[in-house]
């Protein structure tokens, strides 16, 4: 079956760094999304990964084990405005369909 | 450039009610999309569309027709609304279907009655 797993919540401190882990299930596979999605608002891109490894654009990286079906988000230096869910997406062979995950709650607090 | 536009941003209906979201994209891109979002659920694909002219179903399509005329235009139309298609909204497009991420409009809060 085709399925995505993260946590619902999670709550860090302003100026720290938090890891947001995702598993995926696909039937195959082309390619990783992060999207980040204030309340109230539409999802935004984030970053994009389909080869193993790491890919850093300013304070977000995206880590990738095609091997695991595993990704993570790393944000580092928390901001307030970084409250917000972020969502796992995986993209599957020939790239029609997008399976996203439920998301995951993010709280900054000072 | 406006992006992904939809229209209503919000709207109530009756059970029974037919309605037709609206989506257009002035980016030329190839692929649209159509979610709904439930609290608990995350999106999911209703339809989708790789070009003028070709539409294909996604997860949850029962309920719900699409076509795709033109490419920028891609409306989704509710037939008989029920209750269960209380929901929000969301189209989406993209340059091409691989590597390239979606941009996705303001979302429709639908709710029925």
């Known amino acids: 079956g085709q399925n995505i797993d993260q946590p619902t919540e999670m709550t860090a401190t302003e100026g720290a760094i938090v890891q947001i882990n995702c598993t995926y299930q696909t039937s195959g596979f082309n390619g990783l999304f992060w999207y980040q999605q204030h309340a109230g608002e539409a999802p935004t891109f984030l970053s994009y990964n389909v080869l193993d490894g790491l890919e850093e654009k300013g304070r977000f990286s995206s880590f990738l084990s095609r091997s695991k079906g595993y990704s993570y988000l790393l944000l580092k230096e928390l901001q307030m405005k970084d409250s917000a869910s972020y969502l796992c997406a995986a993209r599957n062979t020939g790239g029609f369909k997008t399976i996203f995950g439920a998301g995951t709650r993010l709280f900054v607090k000072a | ?113």
């Not at chain 2, 996604?58 to 609304?81: I, K, M, Q």
């Open chain 2, 1 to 113: 450039n406006a992006g992904v536009t939809q229209t209503p941003k919000f709207q109530v209906l009756k059970t029974g009610q037919s309605m037709t979201l609206q989506c257009a994209q002035d980016m030329n891109h190839e692929y649209m999309s159509w979610y709904r979002q439930d609290p608990g659920m995350g999106l999911r694909l209703i339809h989708y569309s790789v070009g003028a002219g070709i539409t294909d179903q996604g997860e949850v399509p029962n309920g719900y027709n699409v076509s795709r005329s033109t490419t920028e235009d891609f409306p989704l139309r509710l037939l008989s609304a029920a209750p269960s298609q209380t929901s929000v909204y969301f189209c989406a497009s993209s340059l091409r279907t691989s590597g390239q991420p979606q941009h996705f409009g303001d979302g429709t809060r639908l709710s029925i009655l």
